[in-house]
C-alpha cells in the first residue's frame, strides 16, 4: 500500500466566519508533516483566507495570515486557487499572500482525479 | 479493504453523524476494515457523555459507543479541537482525545478515508 498519500484540502469558507479555516489547515499541517503529500484548493469565500493585509482584531479573532506564511518550511506539493471565485469577488493574483497556481473551474476534476484523500471544507 | 472516517459535524445538527456511523456498520458488514474515525470540528460534540435525548429519538452517542464496544474500534476525538470547545474528558464510552498524529497514521493505513458533514 502506498504510504504517502496524496492530499487535497478544498478551502471554500471565510476565514472568520467561524473556526473551521484554521481548523482545516491544522489537519493540513499535521498531514504534510508526516510525510503525506498535500495541496491546497481555495475557490468560493475560501479565496478570502489568503488575502493580504487581514487584520481581525477588531473582531477579536486571530490573524490567520502567519500560518500561511509557514507553509514555505513545509512542503505543499500544490496551492490552487479557482479563477472564477477570485473574478467574482473582484480579487487579483497581486492581491493574494501566498504565490498560488491560478486554475479555471474545468481543471479541478483533473486534480481531484488524482488525489487519495479529499478534505472538502 | 481498509477504511477511516472523520466526522466534521455535531450530532443532530445535521444528518452526518449518523449517516457516518451506519456507513461504519455497513462497511464492517461487508468484510472491510475500519482503521479509525476520528472527531473533527463541531464533530468533537459526538463524544459528549451526558448527551440524553428524548426516548422517541436516536441516541447518536450511544450508537457510536456501541459500534466502537462491539468492534474494538478507535473512536478518535482531535484533542486541540476539543480543548478549543471546552469538551473534555471523561467522555462517552469508546472515545478518547488524542491528536492529529494518529489521523495521519490512520491515514497513512488506509485505502480510503471518507469525511463526513461540513459542507
Redesign the interface.
Known sequence: ?K???T?LFIN?RSPYGS??AQ?AL??AF??S??E?KVSLVFMDDGVLQILRDQDPSEIGMKNISPAFRAWEDYEIEHIYVEKKSLDMRGIKKSDLLIEAEIIESDQLGKILNKQ?????? | MKFTIIVNDAPYQSQSADTACKFAHALLDEGHELTQVFFYFDGVWNALADAEPPQDDRHVVDNWSKLALKNELELIVCSTVAMRRGVSEPLAAGFRLDTLGRLTEAVTMSDRVITFGGS
Open positions: 500500500m504510504q504517502n498519500k492530499c471554500r473556526s473551521r481548523e491544522d489537519m499535521a498531514l508533516a508526516f503525506h487519495d484523500f479529499i478534505f472538502n471544507d
